[in-house]
């Protein structure tokens, strides 16, 4: 070994000590060296040939390593090739110290993996200024360093998976969610061409894709957001949404993948669709029983008996069927029998439960059976009809008019009002029995309630429909109004009237339930 000498440094502060392992097989070398680097603030760990240089790098990790090239055990080359080796995720600067300065020597170092090489006798002049200039370098290393685990960091705390690819498909990078949607360990999925996450029917057109982008740089795929199929380490097939971007690093086109597994998404537009399709059928086999629940009211309602000149109704049903029915029948005596009646539900089964109260209503009345026979036996066909929880609700009204007397009854229904067209009478008949279906009873709870006029004038039977029909801000028709309309209208005009009045009254807005009026002149 040449003798060396120290050149005068500065002592000023420096910005970062480092720990540097000095591998040398001569003593004397070493101990200069080490004086040199505590000089400039720095930590040395010092090694006397390769083999323990070595170990002890593997044990201290060291920032900087001072290599001799010929030492006994195992010479420096073979040391800086060992210690490349384990240096997986950092950089650590090798320089060599040698007497060795032919042009070879200095290759073969280079070609070692050193990053300097200094001949004998040193200039320590020009190894402080080295040294500071490793310092910067691995300020910035860190600074690149800690840069870069702040974007992995975010990377992988991003529910989407984000893959980069080179201009051939090799995956360069990917974040955690990448793994953990495709099932991959990392290191299976980095150097791997970006197609093994494709079923075959996409991979195959995925390289002239990339392919035709770059030479005519039109973005039809580059720049937007798409759905395909995924494929997981286990073979399984999924949806997955892909934004696909492009970026250049070192003058090369890269690409960007951010990559949405949308399995849960599809499923539920999947269950969505289903619901949808469910409700579609519902809604039809509603509108089918609607439908059909209307033409059979229509054919058990439209009798002619209704068309008595003594008779005006309106029968307005809802937009759902609610099951309200009006009918009209004189017997053989000449005495009119009109009811109005309300079965609960709505549609079919509504329609079904009023079927047997229109049956035994026009086959008793034209007989000129007594109410309280018809009201008994219209309650025992619904008691053997009717399921539990059903009723008709019903208003019963027997004019005699030689006799100029009526009997009344009325179960769970509106009052029943009399109106004289004087204008200065009224009388209201309230319910005072339950509606029919409910209970089984005698001919005693079917006595109706006799009543005798003076004076010409009107019986009106209206369901709830009528007074409880609502405008958009929930303000009832009501009564009052009901009462008014038919004082004030003439006599043929009276239910057209009440029925503008409610279609005004709604502003629009659909009825929520059928409106039945039922008006019977009286002279």
Not at 122 to 129: G, P, S
Not at 170 to 179: E, G, L, S, V
Request: charged share 25%; with cysteine.
């Amino acid at each position: 070994m040449q003798e060396t000498e120290i050149s005068p440094t500065s002592t000023a502060e420096q910005k970062r000590t480092l720990r540097v392992l000095v591998v040398d097989d001569t003593r004397a070398n070493r101990m200069v060296l080490v004086a040199f680097l505590r000089r400039m603030g720095h930590i040395p760990l010092e090694a006397e040939n390769g083999g323990v240089g070595v170990e002890i790098f593997a044990r201290e990790q060291p920032d900087v390593v001072l290599m001799d090239v010929m030492m006994p055990v195992m010479d420096g080359l073979e040391a800086t090739r060992r210690i490349k080796n384990l240096c997986t995720d950092r950089w650590v600067p090798v320089i060599f110290l040698s007497a060795l300065g032919a042009d070879n020597d200095v290759v073969a170092g280079l070609e070692a993996g050193g990053d300097d090489y200094l001949v004998k006798p040193v200039n320590f002049t020009i190894m402080t200024a080295k040294l500071r200039a490793i310092e910067r370098t691995i300020e910035l290393r860190e600074r690149g360093d800690a840069a870069r685990r702040r974007v992995e960091a975010i990377s992988n705390t991003v529910l989407d998976a984000i893959i980069t690819i080179d201009r051939v498909g090799t995956i360069q990078t990917c974040n955690r969610a990448a793994t953990r949607i495709f099932g991959y360990l990392p290191d299976a999925m980095l150097g791997k061409n970006v197609r093994m996450l494709m079923p075959d029917t996409e991979a195959g057109r995925h390289d002239s894709n990339i392919r035709r982008f770059l030479e005519t740089r039109v973005a039809r795929k580059v720049g937007t957001v798409r759905e395909l199929t995924g494929r997981r380490a286990d073979g399984q097939q999924f949806p997955i949404e892909v934004a696909l971007n492009e970026m250049v690093l070192d003058g090369e086109p890269h690409f960007v993948g951010t990559i949405r597994d949308i399995s849960a998404r599809k499923q539920a537009e999947d269950e969505l669709r289903r619901q949808a399709e469910r409700l579609q059928r519902f809604h039809d086999a509603q509108q089918e029983e609607t439908r059909l629940a209307r033409d059979i009211m229509e054919r058990q309602t439209h009798q002619p008996s209704l068309n008595d000149p003594k008779v005006q109704y309106a029968l307005q049903a809802a937009e759902h069927f609610s099951g309200d029915v009006v009918a009209c029948a004189r017997s053989s005596s000449g005495r009119l029998y009109a009811m109005l009646a309300d079965a609960t539900g709505h549609g079919l089964s509504a329609a079904i439960s009023v079927l047997p109260v229109l049956a035994v209503f026009y086959g008793m009345t034209r007989r000129g059976l007594p109410m309280t026979q018809i009201l008994s036996e219209m309650n025992k066909k619904l008691r053997v009809t009717l399921p539990v929880g059903r009723f008709v609700a019903l208003s019963l009204l027997c004019v005699d008019e030689q006799e100029r007397c009526a009997d009344i009854w009325l179960g769970g229904m509106p009052d029943l009002l009399w109106l004289d067209r004087a204008g200065s009478g009224m009388q209201r008949f309230k319910s005072t029995h339950l509606p029919l279906g409910i209970t089984d009873w005698d001919e005693s709870e079917g006595q109706p309630l006799r009543f005798e006029w003076k004076e010409p004038g009107l019986f009106a039977l209206y369901s709830d429909g009528v007074v409880e029909s609502a405008d958009p801000r929930g303000s009832m028709f009501g009564e009052a109004s009901l009462i008014s309309i038919l004082r004030a209208a003439p006599r043929n005009e009276r239910i057209a009237a009440v029925a503008g009045a409610i279609a005004s009254h709604l502003e629009g807005y659909p009825a929520q339930d059928d409106q039945s009026l039922l008006v019977v002149e009286c002279d």
